[in-house]
């Protein structure tokens, strides 16, 4: 075996002793394992000591040193959740009913140009009803080119910043900076040197680690929390926390799952979206998470249930298309179920004419 030489009396320390093994330091290629202990069970005290533990940092759910990943659909409002989040902590306020101390975040986003990055914070300080805080750093690299490597990166930020800098970082959306490699999300190899570089910062700064990344297209109801993650299963077995949203039978609602590695376990949450913010719903059924075929029946009482508001002369189309956007659902998706209810007589259309209105059918007025 390399740098180490069989004998029979070695007199080494420890476990190379024990193995007939004798250390040899002056050919050490790894100097970060001297700082790493090997020690015995018998020496945990049989309390555990609260000074040592490591700080919490992120709402109880992340403390120094540990990383966790947000999963969901692509175009799901996750970057909102992690903003909130972000901005939450550099305020010391709660993030979804959880609890945080103000402390300094660094937000590195990958995607949004500048001025959308902080037109986002813009709006959820307003809607928080809070001013800009000031221990809120933000980074946006979306036109830096050539993208720098993660380990590019790593350099960089230990070059500005001391240890101790920031309590909270964030990096997202990883895809960024993962298929910057030519191997992509699906590599175990890339995903792993990904999250291994966000443990390199989270150990160097002293701080927690959130990133974000997007699950699989399809039928998501049946699945685990650790199976909402697209690609190498590495990104579930890796990180300490996985918060995960998949979408509610509700409109404009999600499940929010938190899996965590150490501790005890949270309860599913419903949240909100309730532009710009995710607002928990604790009185909702978090049980009831969407199956395709029931969110496309929702969608079309959804329609239905819009005309309720229309005056007795009813809609003309263009009312009731901004109405349903409103409501969150997209144009092609409005005239899709506006057809199906024509065909199915569910509405009364008004006037033959180039623009007809719409109301509900049989609604009194």
Same mark, same amino acid.
């Given at each position: 075996m390399k740098n180490k030489t069989k004998t029979e009396n070695s007199g080494g320390p420890g476990i190379e002793k024990a193995l007939g093994y004798e250390y040899s330091p002056k050919n050490e290629t790894h100097p970060e394992l001297e700082g790493s202990l090997i020690y015995t069970a018998k020496t945990i005290p049989l309390k555990a000591d609260p000074a040592a533990k490591p700080r919490d940092i992120f709402a109880e759910l992340l403390r120094q040193g540990e990383r966790g990943v947000v999963g969901s659909t692509s175009k799901s409002m996750k970057s909102w959740l992690v903003t909130l989040a972000s901005v939450s902590k550099a305020a010391g306020m709660e993030w979804l009913g959880h609890p945080m101390t103000a402390g300094p975040v660094l937000h590195i986003d990958l995607e949004l140009l500048k001025w959308f990055l902080d037109d986002r914070v813009r709006l959820i300080c307003k809607a928080l009803n809070i001013e800009h805080p000031e221990h809120l750093s933000l980074w946006s690299m979306r036109g830096v080119k050539p993208r720098p490597s993660m380990r590019q990166l790593v350099a960089e930020i230990k070059k500005r910043f001391a240890p101790g800098a920031f309590e909270f970082l964030v990096m997202e959306p990883s895809y960024k900076m993962v298929e910057a490699t030519t191997q992509g999300t699906n590599s175990e190899m890339a995903v792993a040197d990904y999250l291994e570089k966000l443990d390199e910062l989270a150990c160097y700064l002293?701080? $927690?680690?959130? #990133? #974000? *990344? *997007?699950?699989?297209?399809?039928? %998501?109801?049946? =699945?685990?929390?650790?199976?909402?993650?697209?690609?190498?299963? #590495?990104?579930? =077995?890796?990180?300490?926390?996985? %918060? #995960?949203? =998949? $979408? *509610?039978e509700e409109e404009q609602h999600a499940v929010m799952q938190m899996t965590r590695r150490h501790g005890p376990p949270e309860a599913d949450m419903v949240l909100k979206w309730d532009f710009p913010l995710w607002v928990p719903q604790r009185h909702m059924d978090a049980t009831a998470i969407a199956k395709p075929g029931r969110k496309k029946r929702a969608e079309a009482d959804s329609i239905l249930k819009l005309l309720e508001a229309a005056p007795a002369g009813g809609w003309t189309t263009k009312e009731w298309e901004l109405a349903a956007i409103r409501k969150g659902l997209g144009k092609s998706t409005f005239y899709e179920l506006k057809k199906s209810a024509e065909v199915q007589e569910q509405v009364e259309v008004l006037g033959t004419g180039r623009h007809p209105t719409y109301r509900l059918k049989d609604r009194p007025f």
């Open positions: 002293g701080a $927690a680690v959130l #990133t #974000t *990344h *997007h699950s699989p297209k399809g039928d %998501l109801s049946n =699945r685990s929390s650790i199976d909402l993650f697209s690609g190498t299963g #590495t990104w579930a =077995r890796d990180p300490d926390l996985l %918060l #995960t949203l =998949r $979408a *509610h």
